[in-house]
């Protein structure tokens, strides 16, 4: 079975989550595959799950919490 092209994706933010709220996003700030910070949405790691996402928070020895955190976007 083929994706939808509105699919849920799990990305990894950086910055204040309570921040992101009023500023609806302004600011942004994605994890990369490599492990790396980007404004660019289109070069973050997506993920199917939000498990598949913490996984590799976790291999990358990324911690979670207020300021990088798991966050569902819509694919564009």
Do not use: C, P, W
């Not at 509105?6 to 595959?33: C, N, P």
């Not at 660019?40 to 799950?49: D, G, I, P």
């Amino acid at each position: 079975m083929g994706r939808s092209k509105r699919e849920i994706l799990f990305m990894i933010v950086a910055g204040h989550r309570k921040q992101r709220e009023l500023q609806k996003g302004l600011g942004d700030r994605y994890i990369t595959t490599e492990g790396k910070l980007t404004s660019l949405r289109s070069r973050a790691a997506k993920f199917e799950t939000a498990a598949d996402a913490k996984s590799f928070a976790n291999h990358r020895e990324m911690r979670l919490g207020d300021r990088l955190y798991i966050d569902k976007r819509k694919q564009d």
